[in-house]
């Protein structure tokens, strides 16, 4: 069963346009979450997390939005440059410290020049 | 800046081999995972350890095993490789109480 779900495969956007990541998750005991951003031949790299107390984080570029009742987050990329061409993972850790996370399976962006 | 390192980028090995993947943190991190990344499938987690002599089962452990001797360091091993083992294999580490881990940069094992 799966816990933490990228359901787009892919997503292609224009260079300067607005890129949305979603990611669903079916477990009420996550309460933090990660976006990874990893390129081919290369292990993944944190980019942004939020905690459930929040529903909004900001770094830069990136945001990341959490909407609990829904089960719902989603990782804004403005504006979205062809560096940020990569596969995004969703993550997600569960209370009780068990410092596990569950992976999405990945959203591959294209950022179009 | 935390530095995650495995022992080889690509790997090439026969059916039947046994197969060493070593990890090395250098930031003191308690905890250690070894994923492994396939196509379709995301990262799944293979097996884990919070501290020195500690191991536990991932999601995936078959076929797989884990030491875990010194704190910065841990190693899966392939006990008898087979082709459906060929995959992306990462390392990670992370801090006790900390959801946030830092990743190796991978080996890409090829079973033949």
């Known amino acids: 069963d799966q816990q933490v779900k990228q359901n787009s495969p892919s997503l292609s956007v224009q260079e300067g346009r607005i890129s949305i990541l979603n990611c669903d998750y079916t477990?009420?005991?996550?309460?933090?979450f990660l976006w990874y951003k990893k390129y081919p031949a290369e292990g993944p790299t944190f980019l942004i997390s939020i905690s459930s107390i929040k529903d909004k984080n900001e770094d830069g570029r990136f945001t990341v939005f959490l909407n609990k009742s829904a089960k719902h987050l989603s990782l804004h990329i403005v504006p979205s440059q062809p560096g940020d061409s990569a596969v995004y993972f969703c993550?997600?850790?569960?209370?009780?410290?068990?410092?596990?996370?569950?992976f999405g399976k990945g959203t591959k962006l294209t950022v179009n020049p | 800046d935390v530095k995650v390192t495995q022992s080889s980028r690509y790997l090439v090995k026969r059916t039947g081999e046994k197969v060493f993947l070593e990890c090395v943190q250098d930031?003191?991190?308690?905890?250690m995972f070894w994923y492994r990344q396939d196509p379709g499938l995301g990262l799944r987690l293979i097996y884990f350890s919070y501290d020195v002599k500690m191991k536990e089962k991932g999601d995936i452990p078959e076929g797989y095993s884990v030491s875990r001797e010194k704190k910065e360091r841990f190693s899966l091993i392939l006990e008898s490789a087979s082709t459906n083992q060929t995959s992306m294999y990462l390392c990670?580490?992370?801090?006790?109480?900390?959801?946030?881990?830092?990743f190796g940069p991978g080996t890409r094992l090829l079973v033949l």
């Open positions: 930031m003191d991190h308690e905890n």
């Open positions: 993550a997600a850790s569960a209370q009780g410290g068990s410092e596990k996370l569950v």
């Open positions: 477990n009420s005991m996550f309460d933090y």
């Open positions: 990670a580490s992370s801090l006790r109480g900390k959801e946030t881990q830092y």
